[in-house]
């Protein structure tokens, strides 16, 4: 039985990376050698490494602007510290919308002056904050653009005069904006572009090099930069395998025809959640989360019939997280509109019965 990835992360990737990342282990490109036994500071993975960064501005339209993409490991938590220690020299300001921002700010603190600009954990993180002002000269501004575990996305981006600071963990090339609002962003590969073991980073290198303590090498974005993401022995599995899936997004007519899909998917399941009266849905209307949809059942009595449904189905990753309860259904770019029709299936034949 084929299954419906719902997990939040790490998270489906289309069939065809994941075999074609395969067949790089056994052999790449009929070198008699692995992806993963060769040098980094060969030709081969030096094309890879290239191309991945290259593919990461193509997508973002972000090609001959300033811009350097980087790939780094630790996670998006490390970009939390990493950030704060490259950028924060006096003040830096905070919108937080949840775990994942919560946790960025706890890093900040150990840097500089961090400002909570404005927070929405009065309602346990269900909105996106709209109503503040964000005070002038700050070294930066962050935001979390998808709110994986809650459900919220930014649907218009904060006007500021501060460099803007992203954590796309969650949606990065899921839809089509204009990423030049943004001096840096980030995202761990593991939500959507790839496996666990490297994040993207995109900076505009103007925005470096203006903090005065010692930055160690490792943590150093000019440092990484110079060095193309090469400064020490980089994740080459994670790499090729992103790189991949940047190849693939690209081959769908890039983030903008994805950006139309991933609506299309959010709108049924919505939809779903707001007619079926089983189920309530757990963020505001307006600041719904095309990844990350998270609901609830009104009778929480009916889970285990519910659960039932799904597993019959092949619905497999739709916990919520702990901080929700219920279910959150991941619709990252690799889920096809099938999938989704699948769990409306699921949720009318729960309807139905009970
Ligand atoms: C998953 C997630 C993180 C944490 O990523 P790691 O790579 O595990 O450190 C940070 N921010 C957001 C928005 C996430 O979804």
Not at 14 to 19: D, H
Not at 47 to 61: K, N, P, S, Y
Not at 273 to 280: A, T
Request: glycine share 8%; charged share 20%; with cysteine.
């Amino acid at each position: 039985m084929q299954l419906h990835n719902f997990s939040a992360g790490p998270s489906i990737l289309p069939k065809e990376v994941m075999y074609q990342a395969g067949e790089a282990v056994k052999e790449l490109n009929n070198s008699k050698l692995s992806l993963i036994e060769i040098s980094h500071r060969s030709k081969a993975f030096i094309e890879i490494m290239d191309e991945a960064c290259e593919l990461a501005l193509r997508l973002t339209g972000l090609e001959n602007q300033g811009y350097k993409a980087l790939f780094v490991q630790g996670g998006a938590s490390l970009q939390f510290l990493m950030i704060a220690y490259n950028l924060l020299q006096n003040k830096a300001g905070y919108l937080n919308t949840g775990t994942w921002s919560d946790k960025a700010i706890k890093e900040a603190k150990l840097f500089g002056d961090v400002v909570e600009v404005s927070s929405s954990k009065d309602k346990n993180y269900n909105y996106i904050p709209k109503d503040y002002s964000i005070p002038s000269g700050l070294d930066y501004l962050h935001i979390t653009t998808n709110n994986t575990i809650f459900g919220t996305q930014y649907k218009s981006i904060p006007k500021t005069t501060s460099p803007l600071v992203a954590d796309m963990s969650s949606d990065i090339f899921s839809r089509d904006f204009d990423y030049s609002k943004f001096d840096l962003f980030y995202a761990g590969a593991q939500k959507n572009m790839g496996p666990a073991g490297t994040t993207l980073v995109i900076i505009k290198e103007s925005i470096l090099g203006k903090v005065s303590r010692a930055i160690p090498s490792m943590l150093n974005y000019q440092i990484q930069s110079s060095k193309d993401s090469m400064f020490n022995t980089p994740p080459v599995f994670a790499v090729y395998t992103s790189m991949l899936n940047m190849r693939w997004i690209e081959a769908q007519g890039g983030v903008k025809v994805l950006g139309e899909k991933n609506a299309s998917k959010a709108k049924l399941i919505y939809e779903e959640i707001d007619r079926n009266n089983r189920f309530e849905g757990f963020a505001n209307q307006e600041d719904r989360s095309n990844m990350n949809a998270t609901f609830n059942l009104k009778d929480p009595s009916l889970a285990e019939a519910f659960d039932g449904f799904c597993e019959a189905a092949g619905i497999s990753g739709l916990k919520g997280h702990r901080s929700v309860g219920g279910y959150r259904a991941s619709m990252y770019n690799a889920m096809s509109i099938e999938s989704v029709e699948i769990l409306v299936d699921c949720m009318q034949a729960l309807e139905k019965k009970y």
